[in-house]
Nanobody, 127 residues
């Protein structure tokens, strides 16, 4: 089982960019589907983006599509979330997650398919 550590969060003005990283321990990282989720204050945690084990398949929430890009580097055991054109409503704690399932359809959007989670990194977008 992998362990996950997120980094790269911070404070940014609206319209700015941030890149989140999620470093995984363990030699089986390349077998996992990886996802990013976020939780804003007073709201439930929600899906942001997912990427298949080889990086060929991606999925995005409608609210971030066209602004965020998920990618992975299996040689570095790391998954990234490039966030551009940030909005105040993107403010949240961002979590990466790993799951042993094939990313097809909307499977990556369900938190129940992920069995390992990071501790989260705070992203704050000021207006």
């Amino acid at each position: 089982q992998v362990q996950l550590v997120e980094s790269g969060g911070g404070l940014v003005q609206a319209g700015g960019s941030l890149r989140l990283s999620c470093a995984a321990s363990g030699r089986t990282f390349s077998t996992y589907t990886m996802g990013w989720f976020r939780q804003a204050p007073g709201k439930e945690r929600e899906f942001v983006a997912g990427v298949s084990w080889a990086g060929r398949v991606t999925d995005y929430a409608a609210s971030v599509k066209g602004r965020f890009t998920i990618s992975r580097d299996n040689a570095k055991n790391t998954v990234y979330l490039q966030m551009n054109s940030l909005k105040p409503e993107d403010t949240a704690v961002y979590y990466c997650a790993a799951g042993l399932f094939r990313l097809t359809g909307v499977l990556g959007r369900s938190q129940r398919n992920y069995n390992t989670w990071g501790q989260g990194t705070q992203v704050t977008v000021s207006s």
